[in-house]
């Protein structure tokens, strides 16, 4: 089975904002699977641990993770959603895919 890193933007200064940034990459990680993929999508793992502890700098705490699972996949997913392209975060999981010589994709697919 190939391995997707789902990366989709997140960060934003509204709660309701990043809720539904949440929702649409649980529901873009829900047909990822059902299409055969292993996925894994940080904003899913993370979004409750942001909401519990507010003082964790979600920037600092993620990119471990990122460079973990990113080397983990086989193939860097990346969810296009409104405003996805100015997301620093999305940048910054294409350049580390890019080095270490995976593909990227997008998806709804193009």
């Known amino acids: 089975m190939i391995k997707l890193y ?3 933007a997140y960060n934003d200064p509204s709660a309701d904002i990043r809720e539904i ?3 649409k990459a649980v529901n873009a990680c829900a047909e990822l699977h059902k299409l ?3 996925v ?9 641990v942001a909401i ?7 920037i600092k705490a993620w990119i471990p993770y990122e460079i973990a699972f990113l080397n983990w ?3 860097l997913c990346v969810l296009k ?6 997301s620093k975060g999305i940048k ?8 270490l010589g995976k593909p990227v994709m997008y998806f709804p697919w193009e």
């Not at 519990?52 to 979600?58: K, S, Y």
């Open 36 to 38: 055969g993929y292993i």
């Open 6 to 8: 789902l990366a989709s």
């Open 21 to 23: 940034n949440y929702m």
């Open 73 to 75: 996949c086989d193939i």
């Open 52 to 58: 519990a502890c507010p003082e964790i700098d979600e």
């Open 92 to 99: 910054r999981e294409i350049r580390y895919a890019k080095k």
């Open 40 to 48: 894994y999508a940080p904003i899913v793992s993370w979004h409750q």
């Open 81 to 86: 959603t409104p405003y996805y392209s100015r």
